[in-house]
Structures are given as C-alpha cells and as structure tokens.
C-alpha cells in the first residue's frame, strides 16, 4: 500500500506525518486490499472563520475509489473525523465483498 500525504498552504511536520500513518494503520489492519492512500491536508478559507482546517483523502482498493473531506477548527479533529469516516466506509465494503453472494443455491435459504 502506497500512503502518499501532501499539505496544502501548510508545511507537513513529522508529527503531523506520524499522526496520519497510525490513522491509516487502523484502516490497513480493518481491510488490508487497500491499493493506495492519498491524504491532502490543507487550510482553507471558508466564510466560517471557524472551520478553516481541511483533510481529504481518496482511497483506492480493487474497483472502487473513495473519496472524503472533513473540515474542522483543528487539523488534528478533522483527520480524526475523517479517517472515522473512511473507517466506517471499509468496513462496509469489506462486508460487501466478503457477502455471501457466491455461496452455492443449495445452500440459500428460500426466505432470502
């Protein structure tokens, strides 16, 4: 898996890298076909003076691309809230890939 950070109006330090990769980690030990995972951090300037930090992330696995933001006060909420997002979103997925969807007829029951 490729994780690929950039930072947008904003310098990424080690700890703000440090921060991201454990975040990932817990996406990578939830789903591990992850293909490659890019994190854009950046500052914008909203008309909410509030909510000016803004993560995003695409996510791509085998047939699918996710794609999420998040904005918040600080950067460290919104990476928080994101990769909680993402999270929710790969376990989904992996519930849909793992479905029983190949399971032989035999075996289905006749109320499903």
């Given amino acids: ?9 904003v310098d990424i330090t080690p700890s703000i890298r440090e921060y991201v990769e454990k975040k990932a980690e817990r996406v990578i030990r939830h789903f591990d076909q992850i293909i490659d995972l890019a994190v ?13 930090q803004r993560a995003e992330v695409n996510l791509r696995v085998k047939g699918q691309v996710f794609h999420f933001d998040q904005y918040a006060e600080d950067l460290y909420a919104a990476i928080d809230l994101l990769f909680d ?7 989904k997925h992996k519930a849909k890939v793992q479905g029983h969807k190949n399971e032989s007829v035999k075996h289905i029951s006749p109320d499903e």
């Fill in 1 to 9: 898996m490729n994780l690929l950070l950039s930072g947008h109006h």
């Fill in 85 to 91: 997002k993402l999270d929710r979103q790969v376990l």
């Fill in 40 to 52: 854009i951090i950046g500052v914008e300037q909203p008309s909410e003076k509030d909510k000016r």
